[in-house]
Each structure stands twice: as C-alpha cells, then as structure tokens.
C-alpha cells in the first residue's frame, strides 16, 4: 500500500515537473504570439500612414502649383517655371483633374 | 551643258523649288539653284539646309551638265521671258539663254559647291492619298506657332502607329488635331516634329492629279515624294508636350451650331476690334437656344445672334476671334460641337459629321 502510494507520489511529483517546464514554455509561446501580432500590424499601420502622408504632399504639392500658375509661371514639363503669355493648355492639362 | 525647253518647263522647276532657297544664309550657293540637265531631263534644287525642294522636268538636251543660277534674279528673268522655244547653253560658269533674235547672259556658281541631298538613311516609308494629306495640313499648320524661341510647336507632331496616322498643331493657346487611318502598315512606327514651313510648302505643290505621296522617314529627316517632285526635310528636335491630358474627357456644356452662322456673326464682331488696344476678343453667351457674339470697342459696339441647341450649363465665355475664325475657315462641315467647362477651361470644337478631328482653343480671361 505504502509502495503503491510513493509511486503514485512519484507519478505526481513527474506531472507537475512536466506542467511547470509547459507553463514556461507556454509563457515564451504567448510572449513570441504578442510580439508576432505587433510586428503583423505594423506594416499595415506604416502603409496608411504613408499612403495619407503622399495625399497630402500630393494635394500640397498640386496647391503649389495651382498658385505657381496662377502667379503667371508655366507648370508644365516643357516651360516649367518660365513666364506664362496668356494661358497655357499643356499647363491646364496637367492641373486638371477629369 | 545644253538644252531646249520651254518658258513654262522652265517656270514650273523655278516656283517648286524656290521656297527652298535660303534668304537669309551667308553662303550665297544657298541663295542659287542647282539646275542639273541628264537622261532627257531638267532637276532644278534648291535647300536652304533645313528643307530641300527637287523637280524634274522635261527638256530636249544636247549636252549633259549642270550650273548654279542665282535663284531671284533667274526666276525674274523666266517670268519676264516670252513663250517661245529656249536654247539655253553653259559657258564657264554663265549660262546662255537664247530666245527669237535676243539673248540673255547670267553668271552663275559653281555646282560643286551646292550641299549634296542626303539620301535617309534606315528609312521607313508609307503612303497615302494626296487629298486626305492635303486636308491633314490644312486642319492642322495653321495652328502652329511662328515664334522661334520654342521651336517644337514650329512645327506639327506626326504620329504613326498601329495603322494611323496623327497630325497635331499647337502654339499652347490651340491645338487642333486630325487622324486618319493607313490600314496597310499597321506595324509602322513614327514620331517626328516637321517644320511648319515644310508642311505649307507639301500643301502648295500638292496637285489634284498627284494621287499618291510616298513619306519616308528616319529619325532625323522626313522626305514627301509626290508627281516629279521630291521634298526632304529635317525633323524638329525636342520632346512634343502630351497632347492627350490637354484634352478634356468632360463637358460642362454642349452646343451645336451652324458653322456659316457662327463664322459670318465672329467676322462681322471682329471689325470693331480694330485699333482696339486690347485685341480681337469677343463674347459669347450661350443660352438654352440662341448665342449672343458680342464686341466692344472704343470706336462702338456690335452684337449678333445665332440659333443653337445647348445641352447643360448656359454660360458667357470670351474667345479671341482669330482663333475661332481660323477654325471655322478650314472645316468642311455644317455644323459643329462645341464643348464648354466654363468660362476659365479649354474648349473643344469638333466637326459634326467628322470624328477625326478635333480644335482645342483657351477662352481669353476677361474682368
């Protein structure tokens, strides 16, 4: 009965050795699973950041040359920057959203 | 060198080739034509580097040879002389033409010393019919621009590819654009700036009953081949602006009206605009059916009415009048499309019964 009894101990003893080394293992699983989920959001976060930071630079940009024109100065590749006779259609060509 | 010919032999080579002669150069063979007598055959040439005009006529020749004449002075003489058989014979350098009982002597250059044409190299060619080229020109050079400081709107834009071929004009303030189709070389590829005056030149000597003209090009010259006449030019160097975002996609308004209206109400407005410091600008104002054109100036004050039929936005737009007459002067239609975004954007003008062209103009700012 006694012998019976210590093996039993001995079984337990295992057992618990076993869920103590799980448990930490476990706890590196959960932590490598959080750092994991972080690292995947990131990319998508960066993306809309830099997707909203190249809209406003573009509407910036296309506000500085609406008023570069509109100050007399050609937009368009060919004269940019020269003085406008008149208006350009290549200019408003590429000022025009359709 | 000697030959027989006719004043009329003699003045079809002078007027073909004299556009080609330079004006202006320092090299006086330049200002001369090379008249070359072979193979039963007149060639008169002349180039003035950037274009270069040959024709050939017939002659009776005796002697084989050729001479350098001094282009005005020998065209003033060919016109002046009487339509009688001609004996015209080369003696050191001067050139004999005997007529009845008279006889003029002209002195003349060395024709060695006259540039050598340029045979193209790796050239490409197609052709079309002179009528539809002809018509090509006319819709387009006039909107090229005459101001040599930005050189490739001197000039119309060729395009061929994928079995078309494109002419484009503008001077930034007007475009106007034609296409029409080359079915048979589909695979062929062009894009080249011609002078303008190149262009003027093909439309001038373009005859009704020359029904093909042959194009051949590379990458730096163009040559028109047509009847017994060959016309070699260079290409305009630089990069022509995107044509295309130029054109609008969208329509505020959309008007239709008789051209003849349209043209006799703009010319008769246009008269008040002289000595008007402001130049020719008039004032349209579209309503649901009628446009009123409108001009002002110090010496009074003119205002007509035409009928139209407008889908969309009714609104007044000024437009300077030489822009809108020089459109409607060269359509062969009855009516037109004109296509508004307001008084501010680019307007397009399209024939009703001609899907191949289109005339972009910008409305003149006004206060």
Do not use: W
């Not at chain 2, 150069?25 to 001369?32: C, D, K, N, R, V």
């Not at chain 2, 654009?177 to 695979?187: D, G, K, L, Q, T």
């Amino acid at each position: 009965m006694t012998q019976a009894l210590v093996e039993i101990e001995e079984l337990l003893a295992s057992v618990l050795r076993e869920i103590q080394s799980l448990r930490s293992y476990i706890q590196v699983l959960e932590e490598e699973n959080i750092r994991l989920k972080r690292d995947a959001a990131l990319p998508a976060q960066e993306t809309e950041r830099v997707i909203a930071n190249a809209e406003r630079i573009q509407n910036v940009a296309q506000e500085n040359l609406l008023r570069l024109y509109n100050d007399g100065f050609h937009v368009c590749h060919l004269h940019f920057g020269q003085p406008l006779e008149g208006d350009c259609l290549f200019c408003m060509g590429f000022l025009r959203k359709d | 060198m000697k030959f027989f010919c006719t004043k009329n032999d003699l003045l079809t080579g002078v007027n073909t080739v004299q556009k080609a002669v330079s004006s202006k150069s320092t090299q006086p063979i330049l200002q001369g034509i090379l008249i070359t007598a072979e193979n039963q055959k007149l060639t008169f040439a002349a180039t003035d580097l950037e274009i270069g005009i040959l024709c050939d006529t017939p002659a009776n020749i005796l002697t084989e040879g050729k001479m350098v004449v001094p282009a005005r002075l020998f065209s003033e003489i060919v016109r002046k002389l009487p339509d009688t058989q001609l004996s015209i014979e080369l003696r050191d350098y001067t050139l004999l033409i005997e007529y009845d009982q008279s006889n003029i002597n002209l002195k003349g250059y060395d024709p060695e010393e006259f540039p050598l044409f340029p045979e193209l190299a790796d050239a490409e060619s197609f052709t079309m019919p002179t009528a539809l080229l002809k018509t090509m020109i006319k819709q387009t050079v006039f909107a090229c621009s005459s101001e040599g400081s930005r050189p490739v709107f001197t000039g119309t834009l060729m395009q061929v590819e994928s079995g078309t071929v494109r002419l484009i004009g503008t001077d930034t303030h007007r475009l106007a654009y034609r296409i029409a189709e080359i079915p048979e070389n589909p695979e062929l590829h062009f894009y080249g700036i011609i002078p303008a005056k190149t262009m003027s030149e093909i439309y001038r000597l373009l005859k009704d009953e020359d029904e093909i003209i042959n194009i051949r090009f590379n990458k730096n010259q163009v040559e028109f081949e047509f009847g017994s006449v060959r016309l070699l030019s260079r290409l305009i160097d630089g990069q022509f602006p995107n044509y295309k975002q130029a054109i609008p996609q969208m329509c505020e308004t959309k008007t239709y009206l008789s051209v003849r209206s349209f043209l006799e109400a703009v010319e008769r407005a246009s008269l008040m605009a002289k000595d008007n410091h402001v130049g020719n600008i008039v004032r349209l104002v579209l309503k649901e059916d009628a446009m009123n054109i409108a001009q002002t100036s110090e010496m009074g004050k003119i205002q007509e009415q035409i009928p139209i039929r407008l889908d969309g936005k009714e609104l007044g737009i000024s437009f300077n009048a030489k822009f809108i007459l020089d459109v409607l002067k060269i359509l062969d239609t009855d009516e037109i499309l004109m296509e508004l975004s307001g008084p501010f954007s680019a307007a397009v003008i399209r024939p009703l019964e001609d899907p191949n062209y289109l005339y972009l103009l910008l409305p003149v700012r006004t206060a």
